[in-house]
């Protein structure tokens, strides 16, 4: 057999580099470009257990009472209350009083300024209205842990495919809060967070005529 001329085999080495090269350079897949957190949040979350419930001591979500089916962009949306697990049909458990819900996540700052003070808002409103936290990320433990640590009770849900801001058309921002009508209408959808129980109280008041 002949032997392979030198400079045959010198072209063959330079090839083989500049494959080399070239899969080395090669962009890699998008999956493999995301940032830490998103790929984290991309993890399938733990299953939350009754002690954490029970631990975070949230007021039980409100249950339908008003005759008729529900209407509005809320009617038909089924989400399972933080408190215990159970599935809420939101249209239907919101009708024939007017609601404050707010979206929020358990890694968001400003939603954990604001949710104190819409405890207090609660506390002081009572029956005259409803208030209800949304939280929008697929962690439900997570949120539990967030809710104790701040001592925040206020009945809430679990949305962690963000139904509800897709049904109100929110931007994707938190938090936002919804402000709704007693027929399931909504009056406004405040896009910013609230910096205190005065300016909850003014914008309610404002939007649905419920004053504290």
């Known amino acids: 057999m002949k032997s392979i001329p030198t400079a045959w085999r010198w072209t063959f080495v330079g090839l083989i580099v500049i494959v080399a090269l070239a899969v080395a350079l090669w962009p890699r897949a998008a999956h493999e470009n995301l940032p830490t ?46 408190a215990n697990g159970r599935q809420v049909d939101l249209g239907a458990a919101l009708a024939g009083k007017p609601a404050l819900l707010n979206l929020w996540a358990y890694w968001c700052a400003p939603c954990a300024e604001e949710l104190p003070a819409l405890q207090q808002f609660a506390d002081r409103v009572g029956s005259a209205m409803t208030v209800l936290t949304v939280h929008s990320d697929p962690n439900e433990s997570m949120a539990l842990a967030r809710l104790q640590d701040l001592k925040v009770h206020l009945a809430g849900v679990e949305d962690g495919d963000g139904r509800v801001r897709t049904a109100v058309g929110a931007v994707p921002a938190l938090p936002i809060s919804v402000l709704v009508r007693a027929d399931g209408s909504i009056a406004k959808v405040v896009s910013r967070p609230f910096a205190d129980i005065a300016d909850i109280s003014a914008k309610v008041a404002a939007e649905l005529g419920v004053r504290v």
């Open 37 to 82: 957190t998103t790929a984290t949040a991309m993890k399938v979350p733990a299953a939350v257990s009754g002690g954490q419930r029970s631990a975070a001591a949230l007021a039980d979500c409100p249950t339908a009472t008003a005759p008729g089916p529900a209407k509005g962009p809320l009617a038909g949306i089924g989400l399972d209350c933080l």
